[in-house]
T-cell receptor, first 111, second 117 residues
Framework: TQLLEQSPQFLSIQEGENLTVYCNSS?????LQWYRQEPGEGPVLLVT?????EVKKLKRLTFQFGDARKDSSLHITAAQPGDTGLYLCAGVVTNAGKSTFGDGTTLTVKP | GAVVSQHPSRVICKSGTSVKIECRSLDFQATTMFWYRQFPKQSLMLMATSNEGSKATYEQGVEKDKFLINHASLTLSTLTVTSAHPEDSSFYIC?????????????FGPGTRLTVT
């Protein structure tokens, strides 16, 4: 069984603070995705990383893929209440395989 | 990004009846779609992989005869919850896989909230 451990599970911070969410596994992934989900809605794809050591930025969000392609992180700078939601990482071992999802990180940003 | 729709968004049914949920890829063709179930404040639980023109592949512990999946075209997959019971109440989400810029990516529908009374 391919496990993807996500931490922390819950995070509550004040507006303006920085935070990092981690996604770790013993498996090597061909690609890894990060999603954000709001209550009552489906997950929305934020980014896909495919190359070891890759760093992608999406406004205040920075995504990093580990050199060995076993782990990833999501860093949010100056968090805003609109960043509140469930963040999910998902890895694919083989290109045509199904995704393995982490347990998710519930982020609450207080104004 | 690619757009996936789901219908209905909410459904309430009586115990013992069947409910069909549709998942459509609106602007692309998807040979593979996935069906997930999600409980409050939890991650997604994969139920089955829906393959166009062939039988679905179910995850361990998911009853094939209870959760019927049909993927008759490249843009439509359906999930039918048969003889629904209150414990089937949940948030069901589908996704479609598409090849994009050298890798497969999944795009999710908005989900269907099923309540069985």
């Amino acid at each position: 069984t391919q496990l993807l451990e996500q931490s922390p599970q819950f995070l509550s911070i004040q507006e303006g603070e920085n935070l990092t969410v981690y996604c770790n596994s013993s498996s090597v992934f061909s690609s890894l995705q990060w999603y954000r989900q709001e209550p009552g809605e489906g997950p929305v794809l934020l980014v896909t990383v495919v190359t070891g050591g890759e760093v992608k930025k999406l406004k205040r969000l920075t995504f990093q893929f580990g050199d060995a392609r076993k782990d990833s992180s999501l860093h949010i700078t100056a968090a805003q209440p609109g960043d509140t939601g469930l963040y999910l990482c998902a890895g694919v071992v083989t290109n045509a395989g199904k995704s393995t999802f982490g347990d998710g990180t519930t982020l609450t940003v207080k104004p | 990004g690619a757009v996936v729709s789901q219908h209905p968004s909410r459904v309430i049914c009586k115990s013992g009846t069947s409910v069909k949920i549709e998942c459509r890829s609106l602007d692309f063709q998807a040979t593979t779609m996935f069906w997930y179930r999600q409980f409050p404040k939890q991650s997604l639980m994969l139920m089955a992989t829906s393959n166009e023109g062939s039988k679905a592949t179910y995850e361990q512990g998911v009853e094939k005869d209870k959760f019927l999946i049909n993927h008759a075209s490249l843009t439509l997959s359906t999930l039918t919850v048969t003889s629904a019971h209150p414990e089937d109440s949940s948030f069901y989400i589908c996704s479609a896989r598409v090849w994009d810029r050298g890798t497969y990516e999944q795009y999710f529908g908005p989900g269907t909230r099923l309540t069985v009374t």
